[in-house]
């Protein structure tokens, strides 16, 4: 069963760091490209950042400056490192992962259950 499990985010004053991360588990042959999105109250989910497994980044623009994306092969993993959060940085974050596994034909996108950041002003 794959399954993408993220860190937990919380309540965090304006101003702070915060550092999310998400592991993948199951039967993954290949992960291609990484992702975090969120989503604010009332809004639609948006993209943060995405990460392909050689490294490359995209930034949404809102926080392209003060957040970085980062993974590790070798684990599955894929972190989120935010910095100066603001109080509209607030929303579900989600990770999300394409990955190729032995149970279906091609690959997939798979989606974390989410995690809440709150930022307080």
């Known amino acids: 069963q794959l399954q993408l499990v993220e860190s937990v985010g919380g309540l965090v004053q304006h101003g702070v760091s915060l550092r999310l991360s998400c592991a993948a588990s199951?039967?993954?042959?290949?992960?291609?490209?990484m992702g975090w999105y969120r989503q604010a109250p009332g809004k639609q989910r948006e993209l943060v950042a995405v990460?392909?497994?050689?490294?490359?980044?995209n930034y949404a623009n809102a926080p392209k400056v003060r957040f970085t994306i980062a993974r590790d092969n070798n684990k599955n993993m894929v972190h989120l490192q935010m910095n100066s959060l603001k109080p509209e940085d607030t929303a579900v974050y989600y990770c999300?992962?394409?990955?190729?596994?032995?149970?279906?034909?091609?690959?997939?996108?798979?989606w974390g259950q989410g995690t809440q950041v709150t930022v307080s002003s």
């Open positions: 999300s992962a394409r990955i190729q596994s032995t149970a279906a034909w091609g690959a997939h996108d798979y």
């Open positions: 199951g039967s993954i042959v290949r992960i291609a490209e």
């Open positions: 990460i392909s497994s050689r490294g490359t980044t």
